[in-house]
């Protein structure tokens, strides 16, 4: 069974500039924590893909982006699964180490697909209700900021 953890990232209009309100899944929040991601390195990844810096488009809404290690390079460090719609969210489903695995199989591939189709989808008001309920927790804004 996949261990699926979540980010949303929602995006609002400030001048010229595009500012992403992050969010991530209890379930991301522990992958984090325990691989040692920091809320900026999540901030990171999710500016890439919005500059066009897609290490992989899967299809469907979905992106794979590629999160350094701290100290070293994006070639041994983590995967993530992202669902993505540039300009409207993103949401963190996935991650593990390259060491890991390769890669995600089609049969993950096809389910993400399909909860791409309904998390892109949310409303302002399905996310509110997930951070009332505790199922999305805020990435904090504050640089280099370690996941407690």
Not at 10 to 26: I, P, S, Y
């Amino acid at each position: 069974m996949i261990n699926i953890a979540l980010s949303a990232i929602d995006h609002h209009k400030e001048g010229h500039r595009l500012v992403t309100r992050a969010f991530k899944t209890k379930v991301f929040h522990r992958f984090a924590r325990r691989s040692g991601l920091t809320d900026d390195a999540l901030r990171a990844a999710i500016s890439a893909a919005e500059r066009g810096l897609v290490d992989a488009d899967l299809g469907g809404g979905i992106i794979k982006q590629r999160i350094a290690r701290p100290g070293g390079g994006k070639s041994g460090g983590w995967r993530t699964i992202v669902l993505f719609r540039l300009g409207h969210r993103a949401v963190f489903v996935y991650g593990f180490a390259k060491s890991e695995r390769d890669n995600i199989n089609a049969e993950e591939l096809a389910a993400f697909r399909m909860l791409a189709a309904e998390m892109l989808g949310y409303d302002d008001t399905a996310i509110a209700d997930a951070l009332a309920e505790g199922a999305l927790i805020e990435v904090s804004d504050d640089d280099d900021q370690t996941i407690p």
